[in-house]
């Protein structure tokens, strides 16, 4: 059994911040596994807008590059989304995923948490 739990979401003003936490526990080693931070808006699909590949590779859609950062402890086994500058268009749900790298004991295994919202307006 594994669980992710996400938490940090709220409501703030435009050009505010907010750090998303996703705690991972159960049976799941989070060094495994690479992160991604998902987001949905009402009526939208939910797309991906940063992802950390092993220790140090982040990856941020265009819509938050230089805004948001990924990062991960896998010895709490937290990983952390930090949102600065945030704007209206940021307002969605937030979902923590985890997908196994290749090539070690978790490949091929994917798991969501349930999300977080955020709400950014004045």
């Known amino acids: 059994q594994v669980s992710l739990v996400e938490s940090g979401g709220g409501s703030v003003q435009p050009g505010g911040s907010l750090k998303l936490s996703c705690a991972a526990s159960?049976?799941?080693?989070?060094?495994?596994?690479?992160i991604n931070w998902y987001r949905q808006a009402p009526g939208e699909q939910r797309t991906v807008v940063a992802t950390?590949?092993?220790?140090?590779?982040?990856r941020y859609s265009d819509s938050v590059k230089g805004r948001f950062t990924i990062s991960r402890d896998d010895i709490k086994m937290i990983a952390y989304l930090q949102m600065n500058n945030l704007k209206p268009e940021d307002t969605a749900v937030y979902f923590c995923?985890?997908?196994?790298?290749?090539?070690?004991?978790?490949?091929?295994?994917?798991?969501w948490g349930q999300g977080t919202q955020v709400t950014v307006s004045s």
């Open positions: 950390i590949i092993g220790d140090n590779d982040e």
């Open positions: 159960g049976n799941i080693h989070l060094r495994f596994y690479n």
């Open positions: 995923n985890v997908v196994g790298r290749e090539f070690n004991p978790a490949a091929g295994m994917s798991f």
